[in-house]
């Protein structure tokens, strides 16, 4: 068979010992040499009398000792041992020695003492000779083995003597023991060498192999060798072996090198290993932080791999050595020496076996993480440090566990116990207004999933809450130095965050630290991926403030108390348009935002603040305040504090209770948006700073989410003065409404160069000397309705000269509505004061009667429905009633409360047609809404053909406003329009007056189909379509409309 480079024997049957020779055969170097039987003893005094000289087979192949014997025999010719040369022979044990041992050793001389011999140990019974090599493999009495030993690792130069020992030292009884020898030969082999892989470069290791110590003591066994495979692809060690090869040339390594190969364990050690060396001793300052074991039952001075491996499985081991060495930044550590582990201290250190095959060493390439921090990219240097929520300095960190990032850079992801922290090349600063975005997934579930922002390498000693746990089966409550988010992501999920962290903490950020916490024993489990990690800020609120703005810091604090206000703030905060233009409010919020520099009033001086709002929930109430203290206005006792009146505008107030701490201004409807301007100089008492901006947005029904709400467009105009207070000026508008009106007065303000923003409503607040926009808006009203005046006509007075008759009539009374002519009576004679009127209602404006159902029509629409006829001809059934609320036309109804619940179509027939103008009372369409009343509800309805419709729904007016007629399910629609009409708008700087006058055209009359589809089509708010909704229901929409009715009421209409 063919021989290896081993220590390692096989076994084999021993054979019975030929007869005595004269010489032994001894081939050296291919050079058959006969050795004379000439037998000496070695080292002085070892043999003892009545012993036998070994026997030389009759083939000169086989020397055979029995008993206590120390045979040395000179060799023909002196012979060299070369580095390379390899002693092999086979050894036969047919009984073992007693106290003794059996060796073979070549020597220069016949003394043991001295480097120039080497023993070698075949078989032991006293244990461990340490003045000797040991062969890996003892043979069994009865075995035979074969063995190639590297005699010129052991020993170089000239050898005159072969020498076989056989030890026994029982002095009972010297003759026990009997072996040989056989086969013996010196060769010159060349000594396979390690193929291994340095940056992609393939090198040769000279197999030299070198013992590693730790504290200047041997571990290594040095009688043994590794064993390298004949093609150098691997490296296998036996038994207890501490070995190191030199590398070619130094290695430098870094926090991104990399050790990677294959091992297999066969037999377990104490523990295995591997290392990268600058010396041949472990513990040389800090050395042995370049090794990692494995497969460790036991503590051990070097780094533990976490990565579970199994005995005699296989299994490819990446190890990021420069990162489990803790070199980070420019740091390097140059090494010379390969070194293999494999600590075996139990029995004859014989045992345990490993291979090693296809190593390489490496600089991995690692991608940086991209992050954006305030809208830039930013790049984070991909090195791995570790970093501790310990209280001590213990680590928390598997550092053999490399976090992976993604090829574009925006995922980082943890496998195993893994604790990394990123230096930022930048650190940045977080505020108050600072969020932090991401996602993270969880595909394999451990203890937690963890994100820190932190300033220093221990998070739990910095005095900061500046940890987020984001999943995990073993999470904690939160602490003083993490957050436990809600939702947790649960295994196999993936989350979407977005927190508030200046909530958290403040200050500056010098690392990104992400954590997997797993503390079982292998700590090899876990996955958890971070993406899309986002810093950013809350935009700010921006004001304006003459021609240019300020920034207010989405800082949100509690105003008044936090009893009052939503907490946790960051769960519930206003929401900043990314322009900064507006803040929305959903559901309950008390919350001040600071300024980062008060406004004085001294520089404020006669000052003006204007924004738009629109409400789309309702609440209980909504306050915007400029406040100079945290605390809600306390007009009642001012002494409360130094500055402390009436700080708030109240935009909506839907709780019973009064509110006295507010200026109550315009309510607007839900959907219907408003531009509230207010002279804060002439409403603030006792006014010192503007030091917040404040907003109460006080909702407590049920979990305090009702309301919703946005102001924007907020400014600040400090000492308010008119540009056109001193220009007379004209102008005209086919319909004046408020729009047309301030459109003009915008032109009028380009026309004069006024400075500034040139907007028209502040310059008309200066020009009135008004404190809020509505005396604005009732001024222009006032103006546009005063040029009606000279065409008006009085239709009630000419239909009777009893003025109360046409009051009446609206209410389903007179002799116009209870009389018939089928019975005697004349629509025609009763009526002629209709058809006289109806001559002025195409060149006129007929005046809007005075009357209770009539008055306050705020969506602009109303509606007429009658029951019956005064004719021969019957009513025109084009509805249903679904009910009528008593308690909105009580004074129709004479009665304070109550309901009428129709909807089943068993009212009989029932006729409505209405009317809509809109909601700008200075228009011509409004001015017009008595033209449209009496044609609706006189002319064309009941005395142009006499058509004869009369009498009201009991409960309800017969006409009037939309919120006080019954609900139907359809409505008639008749529009009037004057597109011709203009107005003419002159303003006299003398006296500081505007005067109009308003030129008629022509009126004309036009059915629009339905009511409900023509309001819509008016431009009218959202909240008012809404309303109409609700009063015209549609066909099949009187049970929801019941129902939503009865709710409040705590009842429900049966199917």
Known sequence: MKLSLSLFTTIALSSPLPSVSQFLSFNAYGTPLEIANNEVEYDQNQNHNGGVSPIISDDHLTLRSTGNRWSAYQLPTEQEVYADSVLQFTFTMTEKTAKGFQAIC??????????????FVLDTSQGWLSSMLNVAKLTPVGGTTHHSIPIGHFMTGPVNYLIFLQDSDDSSNRMIGDSSISDLRLIQENRNKLNIEIDGVAEQLENHQLSYKFKSAAQDTSDWLMEISEDGAGVQVNGNQWKALALNAPYSITHNTVLEFNIVVDDTADFHGICLEDDLDAANGSDQKGCVSFLTPIDNPFYILTTELEPQQPARLVIPLGQIMGLIGGESWDVSYLVFLQDDDKGDKRGSRSTFSDIRIYEEDRMDIK??????????????????????????DSRDHVMSVSTDGTTVTAYGNSWKQFNLDTPFVVTPSTVLKLTFSMPVEEETGMLCLSHEKNVQRNG???CFIFGGNDVQSSSTWFTVMNPLTEEGETTDYEILIGNYFTGPVNFLGFAQDNDSSTRARGESSWSNIEIFTLPSLNIGLDDGSFAIENNQVSYDSTTQDSTPIRDHLMQISPDGSSITVHGNAWRAMPLTTPLLASELGDFVVSFDFVMREVGDFIHICFEDNLEHGDYDDPTDNEYDPKRCFELNDYDPSTNAVAFRSYMPGIGEPHRYVANLSKLFERFNEFKYFAIVADSDAGDKSGGEFTISNIHITTSLTSCLKDVGFSFQVSDCTTENFLAKIGERMVDANCPGAQDPLLELMALFDATQEM????EIEHICKSSYES???????????????????????TALNYESDSEGSSLAKDGAGIGFSDEFASTHILTWPKHHALDQCDIGAAMCCWV?????????????????NMKSSRRSAHVADGYSIYGDSSEGAVNCHGFAWGTDNGSISSALKGNALFKVGFMDN?????KGNVEQVPGAPMCGCMDR???????GCTEVTDSSSVVDVTFNAAIGVFNAKFTVGTIEYNDCGDLKDHYKSLAVEDHNRDFMDSRIVGDGGCHGAINDFLADKGLVKAE
């Open 775 to 778: 005396e604005v808006y009732k």
């Open 106 to 119: 070549l020597d220069f001389d016949l003394e043991q003492t001295g480097s120039d011999g080497q023993c």
């Open 965 to 971: 007629m019954p609900v139907v399910t359809k409505a």
């Open 464 to 466: 900061r809450k500046d």
């Open 942 to 946: 009941l005395f142009k053909g006499l």
């Open 868 to 884: 019956d006829s005064r004719s021969d001809t019957e009513l025109v059934d084009n509805t249903d009633v679904c009910y009528v």
């Open 371 to 396: 992050i954006t921090v305030f809208g830039e990219t930013v790049s984070v240097p991909n090195i791995q440090e570790d970093f501790t929520a310990s209280s001590g300095t213990s680590l928390q």
């Open 791 to 813: 065409a008006e006509y009085d239709f009630a007075k000419t239909i009777s000269s009893e003025t109360q008759l046409v009051r009446e009539f609206i209410d389903g009374g």
